[in-house]
């Protein structure tokens, strides 16, 4: 019976996770394939992130430096990409009334890069988290 909550459990948050994950990189303006370049992932894995699926053998579990290389390469912070994060920050550092969440960013407030921003990013060889 543990099993099953469990894994309902984070089948309920790997979704969250890949809504999470495709609305920022479209909010982006920038392909899988882009986004691939831009972190050093493979686009299959970031498909496969987005669709809460782990190569068709189960559900997607992305480890904590992927996550870190998706949230330097869409420049978020990483709890960004973590569903509920924003509710659990907020109960845990309340601000006495204040809405200054700087250190988490949703999908709705994201601009997209400059094409050519993406590009020299895409192309230069480095890494954001190297």
């Given at each position: 019976?543990?099993?099953?909550?469990?894994?309902?459990?984070?089948?309920s948050y790997g979704h969250g996770?890949?809504?999470?994950?495709?609305?920022?990189?479209?909010?982006?303006?920038?392909?899988?394939?882009?986004?691939?370049?831009?972190t050093g992932l493979s686009r299959?894995?970031?498909?496969?992130?987005?669709?809460?699926?782990?190569?068709?053998e189960g559900l997607a579990d992305?480890?904590?430096?992927?996550?870190?290389?998706?949230?330097?390469?869409?420049?978020?912070?990483?709890?960004?990409?973590?569903?509920?994060?924003?509710?659990?920050?907020?109960?845990?550092?309340?601000?006495?009334?204040?809405?200054?969440?700087?250190?988490?960013?949703?999908?709705?407030?994201?601009?997209?890069?400059?094409?050519?921003?993406?590009?020299?990013?895409?192309?230069?060889?480095?890494?954001?988290?190297?």
């Amino acid at each position: 019976m543990t099993f099953a909550v469990e894994r309902l459990m984070w089948s309920s948050y790997g979704h969250g996770f890949s809504i999470t994950l495709q609305a920022l990189r479209e909010g982006r303006k920038i392909s899988q394939q882009a986004l691939a370049d831009i972190t050093g992932l493979s686009r299959n894995q970031i498909s496969n992130l987005e669709r809460n699926d782990h190569y068709g053998e189960g559900l997607a579990d992305p480890r904590l430096s992927t996550i870190y290389k998706l949230a330097l390469g869409l420049e978020v912070p990483p709890a960004s990409l973590l569903p509920g994060a924003a509710r659990m920050v907020e109960e845990i550092c309340a601000l006495d009334g204040e809405d200054d969440w700087t250190l988490l960013v949703k999908p709705e407030h994201i601009a997209p890069f400059p094409s050519d921003y993406v590009n020299r990013r895409r192309f230069s060889g480095k890494w954001a988290f190297e």
